[in-house]
Structures are given as structure tokens and as C-alpha cells.
């Protein structure tokens, strides 16, 4: 088996709130990301998959376990690792025009390089011409292609998607999964993509792993033997893509059922 890129390895996270309280949100969560592999994180909301993924991002320190990216325990923010956070008008700065907002993900490139990296990243993602724009004058689902040219442009080893298009509408959604989709088929980066849309995890991934309800645990994964390429017309339709998200829709109810049963026993 290879490497995997990244690894959880029984990793617990509690938070402490500003007025002392302790909340466990992740009590023993191990899982495994090989180079190229794309995977899925659904679960009820509030089971602590933004947690997870800033933990798996080096933004927060695991409570108990580690956090292992290329075999080595991760400590901070690291070179390897980019991260689309789902409100795309916090994550580009308005002060900046696309072209040095795409500009601060290559920070690390020598600069005689730079230039010529983000206007790759811009053409990867159809947005040549638009580099003296500010992010205000384009419409949301731009304003997400140039986060995620932003983060691509240094050629990261794992990208990390928080509800990259959770603020779109749903043809926008559709075009930007397929952007994402293309991306990573072109690319050698592993994915990792935390949704609450089963059939948009099903459609991008080759796995699809089952958050349970807080402290939060892995409670299942589902293997996606749909065949790649993929596209919107053609995969969705697959008798084995409508089997796929039923499954994966049924194990999110009963994740979030054991909430409801948990809080209507509290
Ligand atoms: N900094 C913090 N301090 C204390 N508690 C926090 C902090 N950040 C988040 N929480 C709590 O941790 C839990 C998990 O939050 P998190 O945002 O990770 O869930 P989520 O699964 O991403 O939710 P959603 O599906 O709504 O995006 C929530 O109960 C939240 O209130
Ligand atoms: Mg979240």
C-alpha cells in the first residue's frame, strides 16, 4: 500500500469555551488520505467536520492522537497544504485585485516565477482577463475560482474544501464541482472535501466517509466504483450513482438521529 499524504491516528479534539465550558467535538477519529485520492467528509452538522479539517490543516492542534502529513506529525500550517473555507467573501482579501489575492498563495515561489504561476492558476480556472479585477466586481461562483486558484497555485500536496460552494446557487455549484473535479484529474494533488450535499461527495470522490454526531467519530465508509471521468449529465444518472447516495443519505440519517435521540434523552 502506498503512503498516505495525510493521517489522522485516533485524533480527539475538545475546545474550551470563553466561559470555561468543555465541549468534546471529535472523540476518536483515525482515517487515511493516499497521494491523488479524493475523500469525502459528510456527517450532521455541528459534528466538528470544520474542526477536523483546521486540525488536519495544522490551524488547530489535536487534543489527543496526531495528525501525520507525509509521515511526519504535523505541528503548524504547512507548505503542502491549502485550504477553500466556504464563504468565499471572507477568504479573498477586498482590498487586493485577483491577481494579488491569487498572488498571497504564492508567497513561497521566487518571484520571477510568480507572475507566470498565477496566471497559470487564473487560466486553470477560466479567469484570465479578470486579474486587475477586485473580488466585489465578480459574481460569487468567480469570486470561489480565484480561492481555489489561490490555493493552487502552490501546487499543494493536499487541498481542503470546507463547503467550497455551500454559498452558490445550484447551477454555479454544478459548473464549480466540475472545475474542481477537472482540476484534480489534471493535477497530483489529493483532495479532501468536507460537504453537507451526499450526492456532491459522491459525485467528486473515491471515498466517502460517515462523520457520527458529537464527539464525533467515523462511522462508516462507503468506496465510490463510479467511473472517472466523470460529468454531471452522464455520472448522476448512473443507476450506480443514485445507489450510491441513497446509501450514503441513509448512514447521515442515522447519524443525525442519534443526536435527536441523544438530546431527547438529555
Ligand atoms: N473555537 C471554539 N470554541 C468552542 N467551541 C467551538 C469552537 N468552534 C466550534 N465550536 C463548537 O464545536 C462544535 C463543532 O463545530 P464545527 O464548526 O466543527 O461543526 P461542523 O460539523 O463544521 O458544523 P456545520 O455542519 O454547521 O458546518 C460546535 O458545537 C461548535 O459550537
Ligand atoms: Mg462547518
Known amino acids: 500500500m502506498v503512503d498516505p499524504v495525510l493521517e489522522f491516528r485516533h485524533v480527539g479534539v475538545t475546545l474550551t469555551g470563553r466561559d470555561g465550558s468543555i465541549n468534546e467535538v471529535s472523540s476518536d477519529v483515525s482515517l487515511t488520505l493516499a497521494p491523488r485520492e479524493f475523500v469525502s467528509i459528510v456527517g450532521p452538522s455541528g459534528a466538528g467536520k470544520t474542526t477536523l479539517l483546521r486540525t ?15 509521515g511526519r506529525p504535523l505541528t503548524d500550517v504547512q507548505n503542502g497544504i491549502s485550504v477553500v473555507f466556504q464563504e468565499y467573501n471572507k477568504s479573498l482579501f477586498p482590498w487586493l485585485s485577483i491577481f494579488k489575492n491569487v498572488a ?61 460552494f455551500a454559498s452558490v446557487d445550484a447551477l454555479t455549484r454544478g459548473l464549480l464541482e466540475d472545475v474542481v473535479g477537472d482540476l484534480w484529474e489534471r493535477s497530483s494533488f489529493a483532495s479532501l472535501l468536507v460537504t453537507h450535499d451526499v450526492g456532491e461527495a459522491v459525485y467528486l470522490s473515491d471515498r466517502v466517509l460517515v462523520l457520527s454526531a458529537r464527539p464525533s467519530r467515523i462511522l462508516a465508509e ?16 448512473l443507476k450506480r450513482f443514485v445507489e450510491l447516495e441513497a446509501q450514503v ?9 442519534s443526536v435527536a435521540g441523544e438530546s431527547a434523552s438529555a
Do not use: C, N
Open 222 to 237: 462507503v468506496e465510490i466504483d463510479l467511473p472517472r471521468p466523470r460529468s454531471q449529465g452522464s455520472t448522476r444518472q
Open 104 to 164: 498571497m498563495g504564492a508567497r513561497r515561489l521566487a518571484p520571477a516565477e510568480r507572475a507566470a504561476h498565477v496566471r497559470a492558476a487564473l487560466e486553470s480556472v477560466a479567469l484570465s482577463g479578470f486579474e486587475s479585477r477586485y473580488p466585489w466586481e465578480l459574481s460569487g461562483g468567480m469570486q470561489q475560482r480565484a480561492a481555489l486558484a489561490r490555493a493552487l497555485v502552490s501546487d499543494p500536496k493536499v487541498l481542503m474544501l470546507d463547503e467550497p
Open 56 to 70: 488536519a490543516a495544522g490551524l488547530r492542534r489535536p487534543t489527543t492522537g496526531e495528525v501525520l502529513f507525509q
Open 249 to 257: 443519505l441513509e448512514l447521515v440519517l442515522q447519524a443525525g438521529r
